[in-house]
Nanobody, 133 residues
Framework: QVQLMESGGGSVQAGGSLRLSCAAS????????LAWFRQAPGKEREGVAA????????YYANSVQGRFTASQDYAKNILYLQMNSLKPEDTAMYYC??????????????????????????WGQGTQVTVSS
């Protein structure tokens, strides 16, 4: 059974930085899409970054482009999200999710225009990020 566990959330002031981690386990595929989503109260869920574990470029939502960086530690099976220049509108619960479908590589690339949808069936419990002004 696939397990995803996020950590690293917290409270920061605007302009600050945080790094989220997602530890993945229990899967037997070497190529799939691993992504970060977020959801603020009263708002729709938004996919902010996605990495295809088989290699390639990274998808970023326009709202975080240039401020957030997703990266993967292949040896430790951890997906990171480095968040810089944080804004109050980045306040949300952040979730890690995995898409193991054969077409997952389509959206998990820098050339994809968004939004990030896909067949994300594995989800973590989430970690809260709060940015104060």
């Amino acid at each position: 059974q696939v397990q995803l566990m996020e950590s690293g959330g917290g409270s920061v002031q605007a302009g600050g930085s945080l790094r989220l981690s997602c530890a993945a386990s229990g899967y037997d595929s070497s190529q799939f899409c691993l992504a970060w989503f977020r959801q603020a109260p009263g708002k729709e869920r938004e996919g902010v970054a996605a990495v295809y574990t088989g290699g390639g470029t990274t998808y970023y939502a326009n709202s975080v482009q240039g401020r957030f960086t997703a990266s993967q530690d292949y040896a430790k099976n951890i997906l990171y999200l480095q968040m810089n220049s944080l804004k109050p509108e980045d306040t949300a619960m952040y979730y890690c999710a995995a898409d193991f479908s054969e077409s997952s590589w389509v959206q998990c690339s820098g050339g994809y225009a968004g939004p990030l949808t896909g067949d994300f069936r594995a989800w973590g419990q989430g970690t809260q990020v709060t940015v104060s002004s």
